[in-house]
């Protein structure tokens, strides 16, 4: 079970691993003279950074023995947690503001599916982590969870920047990856006899995301798009 742990925290490194190439051209590069870079876009990323490095620290803490550290640290995911999925969602705000009268106005539609799907998953799997933190295998899976979603907005822009993907393209096969990913673990549940049901949770959720990316030029996505933008934004 140790294992596991470490596993985690290796794991959780190289989603920052992949962010850090994934954002280097667009953002990592400019520093510290940030071209159009908003203080929203700043705490964003420093709040997911914070979060990562949480994912990080508290598999080792149980590792090492430390559990009641563990705890202690723990409860600064009762804030850091909604900060994240607040501020994901203003991302989102943002950048549909910011197409407004652009030639890009009708293509954020479209891509607001990773703004939406961002957000609620992490909100789902982060609320379902809290409700479960007293079982711990079940509190650790839908942690797990949460670092999944880096994966996307990570190697997909790195597949994008370096080897001159469409986002479609890398938004697919970072989906498939995130997917496989998780169909993985929750076969082995399975076949080890483990609680399969949070990575099964966890594998609806990132398919249903997957398929709304799917459909995102359809009229129906457009549909709800300029309808949640109007209602929300």
């Keep these: 079970m140790l294992k596991v742990y470490r596993n985690t925290a290796i794991f959780v490194i190289l989603v920052m691993i992949g ?3 994934g954002f280097y051209q667009t953002y990592t590069s400019e520093f510290p003279n940030f071209v159009d870079k908003t203080v929203t876009i700043h705490i964003h990323g420093a709040l997911l950074m914070c979060w990562l490095i949480l994912l990080i620290v508290q598999p080792l803490l149980i590792q090492t023995g430390r559990a009641k550290l563990h705890r202690t640290i723990g409860k600064v995911s009762y804030v850091l947690g909604p900060l994240v999925i607040l501020y994901l969602f203003l991302i989102g705000k943002g950048a549909y503001w910011r197409s407004i009268g652009t030639p890009y106005e009708q293509g954020n539609f479209m891509t607001m599916v990773l703004d939406i799907r961002g957000f609620l998953s992490f909100a789902i799997f982060w609320a379902l982590a809290m409700f479960y933190r007293k079982i711990p295998a079940t509190h650790m899976r839908y942690m797990i969870a949460t670092g999944i979603l880096g994966i996307g907005p990570g190697f997909g822009r790195g597949l994008m920047h370096s080897f001159d ?13 995130g997917l496989a990913l998780v169909g993985f673990l929750l076969v082995n549940d399975i076949y080890r006899k483990k609680n399969y049901k949070p990575f099964l949770v966890v594998f609806i959720v990132l398919l249903v995301g997957s398929l709304l990316w799917q459909v995102r030029d359809s009229a129906a996505w457009l549909s709800f798009a300029r309808f949640y933008a109007g209602a929300f934004y």
Aim: a negative charge; zero cysteines; hydrophobic letters at 55%.
């Design 165 to 177: 993907m469409g986002i479609g393209t890398a938004l697919t096969i970072t989906d498939i990856a």
């Design 19 to 21: 962010i850090q190439w």
